[in-house]
């Protein structure tokens, strides 16, 4: 089954800081901001949003095919996730600029406070799905990437009649309200975080029954509250997968996208979806980076029988050779 991930490819800069950002932050000052962060540690990650599920969905089986712009430093990174199982014939190199780059400084309650440098992703829009793969793929998931290319690659989907899933997640505040209403529409499924949720439902006037009968299937994610998936007229609360210990929130939810697009893939039900998106996404929180977490099929599919169980759903994971 061919499923393209479209959106960000990035170098991720995280930086830990050894304090509270609250500590530092004046309510009745927020309007002259000047703060600056000693934090005591720094490294350099594989990431992007588009990037980060790949390389968790690869590990479940599937080859996808990531779809970005990235620029003349791709070269390592491009091995890197090809040796991991992704296909990246479909990612356009620009060797006139830099791959995207994040930067997120992390303090001792797990907030971030982050910047994100676009480099050869401003470019993204000068290219369609059907320019990297001249096939209709049964699977599209449009993630954060420059909002021109998001709001082209969905009228695609909806013009070639594509399946397709909307993640808009860091790009909910650039995005207007105009925008997102009209990019979401046609969405087989939307994946958000809870806050996200409110600014597009404040920004679109949507409520969430409003986005229901748009979207067949809206998931909003809540930390370590787990996730509520919203379908056919009822929801589930999904909850969040016990973890061995916390190292580091970037890129959880990535992880958590890629298994519950696996099990949407492969037609499990979506309560299953979701849980499969919570281990996923522990295994991440487990490790410093959002690609620094591996696993096998086998162990996957022990861990989450320890704790649910799946009527035997995954064994379909442990027939991938």
Do not use: K
């Given at each position: 089954m061919s499923v393209i991930l479209a959106g960000s490819i990035a170098y991720d800069y995280l930086m830990r800081f050894p304090g509270r950002f609250v500590e530092h932050i004046i309510a009745e000052d927020l309007h002259q901001v000047s703060l600056s962060f000693l934090?005591?540690?720094?490294?350099?990650?594989?990431?992007?949003?588009?990037?980060?599920?790949?390389?968790?969905?690869?590990?479940?089986?599937?080859?996808?095919?990531?779809?970005?712009?990235?620029?003349?430093?791709?070269?390592?990174?491009?091995?890197?996730?090809?040796?991991?199982?992704?296909?990246?014939?479909t990612v356009r190199q620009l060797d006139e600029v830099f791959t995207a780059s994040f930067f997120a400084n992390t303090d001792l309650d797990n907030n971030q406070i982050a910047s994100f440098y676009a480099g050869a992703m401003a470019k993204a829009s000068h290219f369609t799905i059907a320019d990297v793969y001249p096939d209709k793929p049964e699977w599209v998931v449009i993630s954060p990437n420059d909002p021109q290319a998001m709001a082209n690659y969905a009228e695609e989907?909806?013009?070639?009649?594509?399946?397709?899933?909307?993640?808009?997640?860091?790009?909910?505040?650039?995005?207007?309200?105009?925008?997102?209403?009209?990019?979401?529409?046609?969405?087989?499924?939307?994946?958000?975080?809870?806050?996200?949720?409110s600014i597009i439902q404040r920004k679109t006037g949507y409520d969430i029954e409003a986005l229901r009968k748009r979207i067949p299937v809206v998931v909003i994610t809540r930390g370590k509250h787990g996730s509520t998936i919203y379908h056919d007229g009822g929801e589930e609360d999904v909850p969040a997968f016990p973890e061995v210990h916390v190292a580091d929130p970037t890129g959880v939810g990535d992880a958590f996208r890629a298994g519950l697009i696996r099990g949407m893939m492969a037609g499990w039900p979506l309560r299953l979806c979701g849980l499969v998106g919570s281990l996923c996404a522990t295994y991440a929180l487990e490790h410093i980076g959002p690609q620094s977490h591996n696993f096998t099929l086998s162990d996957f599919v022990t861990r989450f029988r320890g704790t649910y169980q799946d009527e035997g759903l995954l064994d379909e994971l442990l027939a991938v050779r």
């Open positions: 934090v005591d540690e720094m490294t350099r990650h594989w990431g992007g949003v588009a990037a980060n599920i790949s390389y968790s969905l690869a590990m479940l089986g599937v080859r996808p095919m990531l779809f970005g712009t990235v620029g003349r430093d791709f070269g390592e990174y491009r091995l890197w996730l090809e040796s991991h199982g992704v296909d990246c014939s989907c909806r013009r070639r009649g594509i399946r397709f899933i909307y993640d808009p997640s860091q790009q909910v505040p650039r995005l207007s309200g105009e925008e997102l209403a009209r990019d979401l529409e046609g969405a087989y499924a939307m994946v958000v975080n809870a806050y996200e949720a």
